[in-house]
């Protein structure tokens, strides 16, 4: 008899913690819905949870789901279930909202640039300052350049050509 009372008040305490589903729907959402967006499907099987005891679990629980998936905007194919008379809801369904957009630009350029003697070109300096100049001679490290300081002297200096870029003669 002992045991009886024991196992059917351990039934009891385990029943009383569970949730309880009480019911499906097809949709539901607390926000504003534009039946002029075209919504797409983001995840599957979100699950949210709250707990209050303000009344308010229902929108909580929904916002849980919602704001756990980036873009999400509403539940669709939804589970409620109810623990502790309302005060405790679980919601399950898929969330649909405006999946994110992932943008990664790869850029290639090819130009063939070829230098001469007497083209015009720019670099720049050991300060970062760009100067303009002229190929006074080609080999295969470099151009040799012939610009003007700031005292109008001219001055030489080889330079690589991934340095330099070519300007209009």
């Known amino acids: 008899m002992k045991t009886v009372l024991i196992l059917a008040a351990t039934m ?14 097809t949709m539901i959402a607390n926000r504003n819905i534009d039946s002029k967006t075209d919504y797409k499907l983001i995840q599957h099987n979100v699950k949210g949870k709250a707990s209050t005891k303000r009344g308010d679990a229902l929108e909580r629980a929904l916002d849980e789901a919602t704001e756990s998936v980036t873009g999400g905007e509403f539940l669709k194919n939804i589970k ?10 679980k919601v399950e369904g898929d969330v649909w909202g405006i999946p994110p957009v992932n943008t990664n630009i790869t850029t290639n350029v090819n130009l063939k640039i070829e230098f001469g003697i ?17 190929i006074a001679g080609i080999n295969e490290q470099g151009a040799l350049v012939v ?23």
Do not use: P, W
């Open 118 to 134: 007497g083209d015009r070109v720019a670099f720049k300096n050991s300060v970062g300052k760009i100067i303009e100049a002229r």
């Open 12 to 25: 009891i305490l385990i029943a009383g913690c569970s949730y309880n589903r009480i019911g499906d729907l």
């Open 80 to 89: 409620i279930y109810v623990k502790d008379n309302g005060k405790k809801i």
């Open 147 to 169: 610009h003007k300081n700031q005292l109008g002297v001219a001055k030489k200096k080889q330079i690589h050509f991934s340095e330099l870029t070519k300007m209009e003669k």
